[in-house]
């Protein structure tokens, strides 16, 4: 069977390569000619030319002695039995090839039993070639592929385990003739390898920082994608998701802002640039961060601001290795909006909120309710007496027809969302290696049945991920493999119909009233329903979203000179799509009744019906090229050296249509769209061209001084020909001072000491679009008709910007690791300064004659300070004759940008609090800065309101600035907010709204976080292992934007929703120490918002989270071998459970981690008004077989 299953996948790479030559089977007879060679190579050999595996003590005589065999189409017996001689070894061949090696001594060693084993990790998986000792003797074996082991004792024997990168264990045998022995890892890892750019290092003589997380990070986490695990994971590495949704991608920022144009880290998956959330996490072996320029120079323009390199499992050793995972999860909303749902309760606020700002009686509410002051008081007498219900106007209160509402209330968001949603991932993979062919072959399916509740209308996802991993040992020296990856996903994203672009959480909150039901008596919507809820559950608007990703990638990797010289090489082809359907169906409602009773249907007035199809099409061509040499001399120099080049093309394409007046609700097809005046066919193109020369040098010294010096030639299509290539170097040193032969302090004290220096240079291209640097003319239709036709006409092109190149992102980076008590406690730390120069920014002002915008220029410097640090204690001990592993981690990160040149001569500052918000800076200005007013509390009363606007009109102004209106007729009154005059002129204003003359304001506050932390705790003991992760920030300003109706309700607009935090929670006279101001409309807009923010209502957005926690079980393998399994472990793990915040004593209805965030799918910016898919927590229960 396992024959087969080698052949099998063997195939399949073969048709993937589409190689001309076939499988060769292995010979049983083996040709062999070697002479006075150690036995170590010749074994080695052996491995490389035939389908056998040997497992062995490193420390056996025998391995190096000289060996000469000449022999041909002998048996493996022949060729092993005249190495054994020479070297004086014993061999034990076992089935599976696999050749065990010992000492004669210990083959011939005698005892009084024998002694079966099991060797795992503490999840019990196999230890392959973990060495077992009699404890005093020499008597010892090898774990074959299985972790089994066998081995003859004496009476009262000690057996000592042990195996690289995991603590040795002495074990009594005892009475025991079978035992089942699980070891861990060792917290002292000085072989540990890191991924690195076109390679990997050990971890101990890296120089650049850079940290790496392995796939421990995504197991037990049945999650839509990777992106939605990384958060907090590795210090500085800022994941942002814009809502909850199962396919969000996510933005990848690594150590805070990078350019004011942009500063995303660069995202490879084995190498090329993709999208992780299209990625299957089960596929993940590590990823790796670079963080420094010196660990991204490599990568050149590409990596300015860091890169990500996430690196996908390889096959495994040996015989097939078969593992299937399944897990079930219910998920929640994390924040759902408290509103008062409460129909009266609420249409009583908004009368309120209404009359104190217009002084006047409102006639309806917004666009979907008649209002009148009868109204309102029926409405109170039904409330009273629970006399709820909707009836006909007879004339006397609304218009006579019409339906008038009276319902106990409405909870618009109980109503749109299950209470929970059922979720599923299911996993297969199968990996396995003959000693030529190695395979690794994964699938996924992922299902999500939506958050909205109906059956048609909801927000189903679905993803399939498919990889086949596939390499063959062609010759000795020469390896070719393939990776070839798909993944494709589907998502329905419901939307209304109404106003806007269809995103329901912005029409809840203008049209969703407590005061209206959902649907009328007949069954019919209301008016406030089509606009809101029942659109979106019961009618047919909505985006159905196709992604699919192909990419395939080649690779050969060939040695040379005994493996000191590699030459790699690598060519991908990578395509993306994306089709998008937007249909929008116009639903029926009713407001009124006719004569007999029945309802008067209609539909929203407006445009048809519509349709939109959207096309996407990225064609990615990527190849490298690169070869490096590794050395050591006179045994203290060691040297390695890498060159390549890279070339990357990529070319985008899309197609978009639209029409509207479909011919039947139904209508998925453009040909079945039959309107003529808005009709529309658009399509894009854009293509760009990276290409460079790399190298990096290595050096270290007795692995005591360490030196790393990388640089890159690169180019770009984005820039003239004149400024297309720029060359960008970087250097670290490094010394591991704990190696010095002077250091004299013991390791159980100070186990390792390194320092780290890192210098580098990158460019960035972030700034520009492609071709910018090329005049384009924009061709449009006139609205002038000749001949019965509409003319063509072409705009002026811009202005070109001269003498543009790159933006330059220059970092320094000091660094320090430490371990003590035998390593069991590590501490990581760094301190950056990145300074980025000449950002690609708009120009000068030019006089209105010039005709054209100002081009864009390098006219921008900024810069970047932080630090990071990394702490981990881990240890264990025996409990009840098993061992307790355990292990406590925690990173704390913080930065902060300043802008060190800017064009801004008069030092302006935006019209926004956040003066990032529409691009405007000064220099000196920390990005993320909010400016405001200082609230000295609430005007008590008309008294102290009379004499400061005598005082003001003493000074010839107005108390308040007009910008700062809080009722119609900007009249100040009791309950409104109390502003300090810092100025001292007598009144309150924004002086010359510059940064010398800001009137009133200063800063309040910055909406960048800081202090970015995370820890987390773990324990393994007799099979059980538990573990929990937090992540948190620990300072964050946040004031809620204009449209933030979330926090601001009826402030907002009248008609606004609610919060229920809101009730009892503003200034009456009964109630003057309440936290909000008098109860009155549009405070928000014209009032608070953005534009006047203040200290009062700055809220502080830290938070801590509990972002996943877990336990699980793996079955003791007494227990599964009979059913030849390997593993089986089930597990509880939950996700975003729990969630702290300050912000939290006034109003739970913001999700802190993505504060403000507008749904990125139908707004084309960001408002800052917090209408998005909501993040989801999630308890799942989980299986993985191993066989």
Do not use: C
Not at 688 to 714: K, M, T
Request: glycine share 8%.
């Amino acid at each position: 069977m396992s024959n087969f299953k080698h052949s099998f996948f063997r195939t399949l790479l073969y048709a993937q390569l589409l190689s001309g030559f076939s499988g060769v089977a292995i010979a049983a007879q083996i040709s062999l000619s070697v002479k006075d060679r150690p036995m170590r190579e010749v074994i080695k050999e052996l491995e490389e030319t035939t389908e056998y595996r040997f497992f062995y003590n490193d420390g056996i005589k025998g391995l190096n002695s000289p060996i000469s065999v000449d022999v041909e189409d002998a048996d493996i017996n022949a060729v092993m039995d005249a190495i054994a001689k020479q070297a004086n070894v014993a061999y034990v061949l076992k089935s599976g090839h696999q050749i065990v090696l010992s000492s004669v001594k210990t083959v011939q060693q005698q005892g009084n039993k024998k002694v079966t084993g099991t060797i795992t990790d503490p999840k019990g998986e196999p230890i392959i070639g973990a060495n077992v000792v009699v404890k005093g003797s020499t008597n010892g074996t090898i774990t074959d592929i299985d972790g089994h082991f066998s081995i003859e004792v004496t009476p009262n024997a000690i057996l000592q385990v042990s195996y690289i990168g995991y603590v040795a264990q002495d074990v009594p045998v005892g009475n025991k003739d079978n035992l089942v022995i699980s070891i861990h890892e060792d917290t002292q890892k000085l072989d540990e390898v890191v991924v690195v750019g076109y390679g990997s290092q050990k971890k101990v003589n890296l120089t650049g920082a850079v940290e790496q997380v392995t796939s421990d990070v995504f197991e037990g986490r049945p999650t839509a994608n990777a992106t939605q695990m990384l958060e907090g994971v590795v210090p500085n590495l800022n994941i942002s998701l814009s809502d909850g949704k199962p396919g969000r991608t996510a933005d990848f920022n690594v150590r805070g802002a990078g350019s004011i144009n942009g500063g995303s880290a660069l995202v490879l998956i084995d190498g090329v640039e993709g999208d992780p959330s299209m990625l299957n996490p089960n596929d993940i072996e590590s990823i790796s961060v670079l963080k420094d320029a010196a660990a991204s120079a490599i990568y050149g323009a590409r990596a300015p601001f860091g890169v990500v390199l996430i690196t996908t499992k390889n096959a495994t050793e040996g015989k097939p290795k078969v593992t299937w995972s399944s897990s079930y999860s219910l998920q929640s909303p994390q924040n759902v909006p408290d509103v008062v749902s409460d129909g009266y309760i609420w249409a009583k606020h908004f009368y309120d909120a209404y009359f104190n700002y217009n002084q006047a009686n409102p006639s309806g509410i917004n666009k979907t309710q008649q209002f009148s002051v009868a109204w309102l008081d029926e409405y109170k007498r039904r409330h009273e007496t629970g006399d709820f219900g909707t009836v006909i106007s007879d004339g006397s209160i609304g218009t006579k027809g019409r339906y008038v509402y009276y319902p106990e209330g409405t909870d618009y968001y109980d109503l749109m969302y299950k209470k929970s949603v059922f979720a599923q991932n299911q996993n297969l993979s199968i990996s396995g290696s003959d000693g030529k062919f190695d395979y690794y072959l994964s699938g996924r399916f992922y299902s999500y049945d939506g958050l909205f509740d109906s059956d048609e209308q909801t927000d189903k996802f679905k993803t399939y991920n498919m990889r086949f991993k596939g390499g063959y040992q062609l010759t000795p020296w020469l390896k070719i493999s393939n990776n070839f990856e798909f993944s494709h996903n589907k998502y329905y994203n419901p939307i209304t119909y109404s106003e806007g672009s269809g995103v329901v959480w912005r029409n809840i909150a203008d049209e969703g009233h407590p005061s209206s039901p959902l649907f009328n008596p007949d069954g019919t919507m209301t008016y406030s329903a089509v606009y809101t809820v029942g659109d979106l559950l019961y009618g047919r608007s909505g985006i159905t979203t196709k992604n699919s990703n192909l990419k395939n990638t080649t690779t050969f990797n060939a040695k040379f000179l005994g493996d000191r010289l590699r030459v790699n090489g690598d060519f991908t082809y990578q395509q993306k799509t994306q089709e998008k359907t937007k249909k929008q169906v116009r639903s029926p409602y009713a407001r009124s009744a006719d004569a007999n009773g029945e309802s008067k249907i209609e539909y929203i007035t407006g445009t048809y019906s519509n349709l939109a199809e959207t096309t996407d099409h990225t064609n990615y061509l990527a190849t490298n090229l690169f070869a490096e040499f590794e050395e050591t001399f006179a045994e203290k120099h060691y040297f390695k050296a890498m060159a390549g080049w890279n070339y990357e093309k990529s070319s985008f394409k899309r197609i978009y249509a639209y029409n509207d007046d479909l011919l039947t609700d139904d209508v998925d097809n453009m040909n079945l769209v039959m309107g003529t005046d808005n009709r529309s066919i658009t399509s894009q193109w854009k293509a760009y061209q990276f290409g460079g020369a790399f190298f990096r040098l290595n050096y270290a010294f007795d692995d005591r001084y360490l030196l790393e010096v990388n640089g890159r030639y690169d180019g770009s299509s984005r820039f003239p020909s004149d400024e297309r290539w720029a060359f960008f170097p970087s250097a670290s040193v490094g010394w591991r001072i704990s190696q010095e032969p002077w250091w004299n302090v013991k390791s159980e004290h100070i186990s390792n000491a390194k320092v780290r220096f890192s210098w580098g240079s990158l460019g960035n291209a972030a700034g520009l679009s492609n071709y910018q640097y090329i005049q384009t003319l924009g061709i449009s239709k006139s609205d002038y008709i000749l001949d019965g036709l509409r003319q063509n006409y072409m705009s002026s092109p811009a202005a070109l910007p001269g003498n543009l190149t790159w933006e330059t992102a220059t970092t320094y980076d000091i660094g320090v690791d430490l371990g003590f008590f035998d390593n069991r406690l590590t501490v990581s730390g760094d301190y950056y300064i990145r300074k980025t120069t000449d950002m690609i920014v708009n120009g000068p002002t030019v006089p209105d004659v010039f005709g054209a915008s100002s081009p864009k220029g390098n006219y921008a410097d900024m810069s970047t300070y932080g630090y990071e640090l990394s702490l981990e204690w881990k240890d264990g001990f025996d409990l009840a004759g098993k061992r307790f592993n355990y292990s406590i981690k925690g990173t704390l990160a913080d930065y902060y940008s300043v802008i060190d040149k800017f064009n801004n001569a008069n030092m302006s500052l935006s019209e926004y609090a956040n003066q990032s918000l529409d691009k405007n800076y000064y220099e000196g200005m920390r990005i993320g800065e909010i400016w405001g007013f200082v609230s000295n509390g609430l005007w008590q009363d008309q008294a102290g309101i009379d004499a400061a606007e005598a005082a003001a009109k003493a000074a010839g102004q107005s108390y308040y600035n007009p910008l700062m209106q809080t009722s119609k007729t900007y009249k100040l009154y009791p309950g409104d907010i109390k502003f300090e005059d810092l100025n001292g002129n007598g009144y309150i204003d924004r002086g010359q709204n510059t940064v010398d003359d800001p009137g009133d304001r200063k800063i309040i506050g910055n909406e960048e976080p800081r202090y970015i932390y995370s820890f987390t705790l773990s324990a393994d003991w007799n099979n059980i292992w538990v573990s929990a992760f937090f992540q948190g920030v620990g300072k964050q300003d946040w004031y809620p934007s204009n449209e933030a109706s979330t926090f601001w309700g009826q402030y907002n607009r009248p008609y606004n929703q609610m919060p229920s935090w809101h009730v009892d929670n503003y200034w009456t006279p009964e109630n003057p120490d309440a936290f909000l101001p008098r109860y009155t409309g549009y405070y928000a807009p014209f009032y608070g918002g953005h534009k006047n923010a203040n200290t009062r209502y700055l809220m502080n957005a830290a938070y801590l989270r509990l972002k996943n926690i877990q336990v699980g079980y793996n079955l003791p393998s007494e227990w599964i071998k009979k059913l030849h399994l390997t593993n089986v472990g089930i597990y509880l793990s939950g996700e975003n459970l729990f969630t702290w915040s300050p912000l939290y004593k006034y109003s739970k209805d913001v999700n802190v981690s993505n504060i403000g965030e507008s749904d990125k799918d139908l707004t084309s910016s960001n408002s800052g008004d917090g209408y998005n898919y909501p993040m989801m927590k999630s308890f799942s229960i989980g299986l993985n077989v191993t066989f």
